[in-house]
């Protein structure tokens, strides 16, 4: 069964600098991989995927996502947070023939 | 165009009263979803209907019975509701569902249930 792990529950960064916010799977097949993004009391918003090729994959408001096989992990990125970036991060997988599974989400806080 | 609509935002209701949640949206996909959501955990995925049909039902209580009239809408019918089942109602669509899809899912803004 595919399953998704989001290792830390909070995540803090002052603005301006980088964020990771990380994600490792499994699943039994090839993975297709994707970010949302969830503000208080709203909606999941996309912010991208993976589904094959180049293995940095570029989204939604300046985030980027790094695929890596080897270390079964998607982790997302930005080269520098915004305060409007916190949210509630989710990363979802879903392999052939199933429908998403989510992580358990990771709260980014960023700083001032 | 990638807006799903949900109404109600709120919804307070007891626990002997019907009510219906509806979900729209214009973006020609044939997938939607009900999801469940309880405070900072993930969404819990309740129903699937695919080209109108429903193909999962995760097991869900019969108290919740979701409908979908066409290819854009889908409500989901709510009776005898316990305290429990409080909670951000979320709905969700995307272009398919068949094995090896990669779509995206987009999601409405949810609506609100408590339940008292």
């Known amino acids: 069964a595919q399953s998704v792990a989001q290792p830390e529950d909070q995540v803090n960064v002052a603005e301006g600098n980088p964020l990771t916010v990380k994600c490792t799977y499994s699943?039994?097949?090839?993975?297709?991989l994707f970010w949302y993004v969830q503000y208080p009391n709203r909606g999941l918003q996309f912010l991208l995927k993976y589904i094959t090729g180049d293995n940095l994959v570029k989204g939604s408001y300046g985030f980027e996502a790094e695929f890596n096989k080897s270390q079964t992990s998607f982790h997302l990125k930005k080269p520098s947070a915004l305060v409007s970036d916190s949210a509630l991060y989710f990363c979802?997988?879903?392999?052939?023939?199933?429908?998403?599974?989510f992580g358990p989400g990771t709260r980014l806080s960023v700083l001032p | 165009d990638t807006e799903v609509t949900q109404t109600p935002k709120h919804l307070v209701m007891g626990m002997t009263n019907k009510k219906s949640l509806k979900c729209e949206q214009h973006m020609g996909h044939r997938a939607m979803y009900w999801y469940k959501q309880k405070a900072k955990k993930p969404p819990e995925l309740m129903f699937v209907y695919s080209y109108e049909k429903l193909s999962i039902n995760e097991s869900v209580p019969s108290r919740f019975s979701p409908e979908c009239p066409n290819s854009s809408l889908l409500n989901l019918h709510l009776h005898a509701l316990q305290p429990e089942d409080s909670a951000l109602y979320l709905c969700a669509s995307s272009q398919g569902t068949s094995g090896g899809s990669s779509y995206e899912q987009y999601f409405g803004p949810g609506t609100r249930l408590t339940v008292t």
């Open positions: 979802a997988v879903r392999d052939y023939g199933q429908n998403f599974v």
């Open positions: 699943v039994s097949g090839n993975p297709y």
